[in-house]
């Protein structure tokens, strides 16, 4: 009896201990029970969705920074920055910038197209000049200032300007480019040559005597492209007139007569918008942001805008890339003043 006790006790134990045994290699084992198995799954879409939404971003991102580029100041290192007050504190280049728009906000809708009979090619005015020996421009030195027989600073002297000289332009030709983006040098009346942004204009700022055939009524705008000045005019009353920068050559600003197509209270500018146009249809590369007061006169990119970067002593000789360009107060006058469809006529 203690025998059959004995075994049957050792059988239960041995029994207990495979039971044991079992469940230890069970849960030593992997669970891949259907919950795991949901997670993993939820897991691995979860990445896949998150790789595709920020692919597109990163390229983006990419994109941006690889098109960046480092613009100069067109300002003499001596000189104080010039910054537009509602804009960053960043340095920007000394070009006007006729560009089409890369922002959206219009204030006003876009002109009839019917006004599209009177747009003029910007490439159509390249290379206008004066009559040989004509005077179109009169100022002064603004600086000590050495005339040279070709524009272009490798020529050697052949004389001086010192400053408030006054001197006679025949014509704006272009020749090295001395500051960023402006290569504009003026041929004097001897036929030496400075360059532009050394000369200041004098005299008053007041009306210049207008075209044939300029309009009676209404409010319309004129821009001697000459005298570099822009006046208001309601009817045949001016209202006010500024000193403007206007096309420099190779980006002459457009004869003839224009409607103010769209109007934007700030823009950016960019350059590469204006590939086909310019010397050797190259276009330009600057990006000027939070350009105000943006009236487009021009399909492919003419305005009148305030230009910030440009120094207020050199209003009053061309050096922009097509637009007219105004000193920040009398771009925000022009604004109000003018508006959708205000005739601009703009001559020499």
Not at 56 to 85: C, F, H, K
Not at 99 to 107: C, E, F, G, Q
Not at 108 to 134: E, F, K, N, W, Y
Not at 199 to 221: D, F, N, Q, S, Y
Request: with cysteine; hydrophobic share 35%.
């Amino acid at each position: 009896m203690n025998t059959q006790r004995h075994t049957l006790t050792h059988r239960t134990s041995r029994q207990r201990r495979s039971q044991t045994q079992a469940v230890r290699r069970r849960r030593s084992l992997p669970f891949f029970g259907p919950r795991i198995v949901l997670h993993v799954l939820v897991g691995a879409l979860t990445f896949v969705s998150a790789q595709a939404l920020l692919s597109p971003l990163a390229r983006t991102w990419g994109e941006a920074i690889s098109s960046t580029a480092v613009y100069a100041e067109q300002q003499a290192a001596t000189s104080p920055a010039v910054v537009n007050p509602a804009a960053p504190a960043v340095v920007h280049p000394g070009i006007s910038a006729p560009a089409l728009s890369t922002t959206t906000k219009p204030s006003q809708a876009q002109q009839d197209p019917s006004h599209s009979g009177v747009m003029t090619d910007l490439s159509s005015s390249i290379g206008r000049t004066a009559a040989p020996g004509t005077t179109i421009w009169r100022g002064i030195a603004g600086q000590e200032v050495n005339r040279r027989s070709e524009p272009n600073r490798s020529k050697p002297p052949v004389g001086t300007l010192a400053a408030g000289t006054p001197i006679e332009v025949v014509r704006w030709v272009s020749g090295e480019q001395v500051e960023p983006r402006n290569d504009a040098w003026a041929e004097l009346s001897d036929g030496t040559y400075v360059f532009s942004t050394s000369l200041r204009r004098t005299g008053e700022i007041a009306p210049t005597p207008l075209p044939a055939g300029a309009p009676t009524t209404g409010r319309w705008i004129d821009v001697n492209l000459t005298q570099q000045v822009a006046t208001a005019y309601d009817g045949t009353k001016p209202q006010r007139s500024a000193l403007v920068s206007t096309g420099q050559p190779g980006w002459d600003t457009p004869v003839g007569t224009f409607p103010v197509l769209r109007r934007l209270e700030k823009d950016t500018m960019d350059g590469t918008t204006l590939i086909g146009q310019g010397p050797d249809g190259a276009g330009s590369d600057y990006k000027v942001e939070n350009v105000r007061y943006v009236q487009y006169f021009t399909n492919d990119g003419a305005a009148i805008h305030e230009n910030y970067w440009r120094r207020a002593a050199t209003f009053g000789m061309p050096g922009s890339h097509g637009c007219i360009g105004m000193a920040p107060a009398d771009a925000a006058w022009f604004w109000d003043f003018a508006t959708v469809g205000t005739p601009l006529v703009i001559h020499e």
